[in-house]
């Protein structure tokens, strides 16, 4: 299916007038109706009834156009992004990360790789956490991790980026945010957040924390979800500081733990770019 039958059944769909359909799109009463019935043989059933009075969508037709609308969308800012990248960029680094403050420097390393390669476009790609599968299939070709989930994956080169300590999220007004360091001791009495994916490091501070039972609990589905409990003053939560965002309006106190999480940056073994080892120390650096 093309993108003139897309947007003939897509406007037969608004309109259900043949005549008018047309019109809006420029072309013939008859051509209309072929790009229709041609896209309907593709696909194996109806997706207009035919009236003298115009065209009524039949229950898959309905169901069809629906999802074919976002279909269209998606199509059209492929096309409108790879128009624009073809005027300006001759290559693409894709950097997929977690969350943007995992790599609070990427603007100020964007704007300097920029001055020595002006023609590379950078483009980060936010996947969520413990999503290495684009990576894998070599849609994005610079990967923030953390090292245990890069361990026994093969084919890749792994640089060291930085230690990240963990912290304890609260609201600014919480007595806990006066503290320059917070201690176990300090969360008696408090509900602490869990769950919502947690790295084994943070899993095990936070099972330590409640086997001394003197701390109640929550458990949250996501790290988004966790902050909005923190900002409702429901809770309280532990966190990894590289989802620490200077803007977010919350404060991150330092908790006292052994445990840290060591963050690499991953690339691909075959891929001998100089471009991407210029990235790759820019991010180290900067």
């Not at 790879?82 to 995992?102: E, H, M, T, W």
């Not at 483009?123 to 684009?134: D, H, I, K």
């Not at 039972?213 to 929550?218: A, R, T, W």
């Not at 999480?261 to 471009?275: I, M, P």
Request: proline share 5%; charged share 25%; aromatic share 10%.
């Amino acid at each position: 299916m093309n993108t003139k039958q897309i947007d003939a059944i897509l406007e037969l769909s608004k309109t259900l007038n043949f005549n008018r359909a047309a019109e809006k799109l420029y072309v013939s009463q008859p051509t209309l109706s072929y790009e229709i019935k041609e896209a309907e043989r593709e696909i194996g059933f109806k997706i207009f009834e035919r009236s003298g009075k115009g065209a009524v969508l039949t229950p898959a037709g309905e169901q069809f156009c629906t999802q074919l609308r976002n279909i269209r969308k998606e199509l059209k800012q492929a096309i409108e992004q790879g128009q624009n990248f073809s005027q300006k960029y001759d290559d693409n680094i894709v950097i997929g990360l977690p969350v943007r403050s995992a790599l609070a420097n990427l603007p100020h390393v964007i704007q300097a790789f920029s001055k020595k390669y002006p023609h590379i476009l950078i483009s980060p790609q936010f996947t969520g956490f413990y999503s290495t599968q684009a990576f894998l299939r070599g849609e994005q070709d610079i990967l923030f991790a953390m090292d245990f989930e890069m361990k026994h994956v093969p084919d890749i080169k792994v640089y060291p980026l930085y230690k990240s300590p963990i912290y304890l999220v609260s609201r600014k007004d919480d007595p806990l945010a006066q503290k320059k360091l917070v201690k176990e001791k300090d969360l008696c009495g408090r509900t602490l957040l869990v769950g919502g994916g947690s790295p084994p490091a943070l899993k095990r501070v936070q099972d330590r924390v409640l086997r001394s039972g003197q701390v109640n609990y929550l458990t949250s589905a996501d790290h988004d979800t966790t902050l909005v409990r923190v900002a409702a003053g429901q809770a309280v939560c532990l966190s990894p500081g590289f989802f620490k965002d200077e803007h977010d309006g919350f404060s991150w106190t330092r908790f006292d733990c052994e445990e840290h999480f060591n963050c690499v940056l991953c690339t691909h073994a075959q891929d001998k770019r100089e471009s991407i080892q210029t990235l790759l120390e820019l991010l180290q650096t900067v």
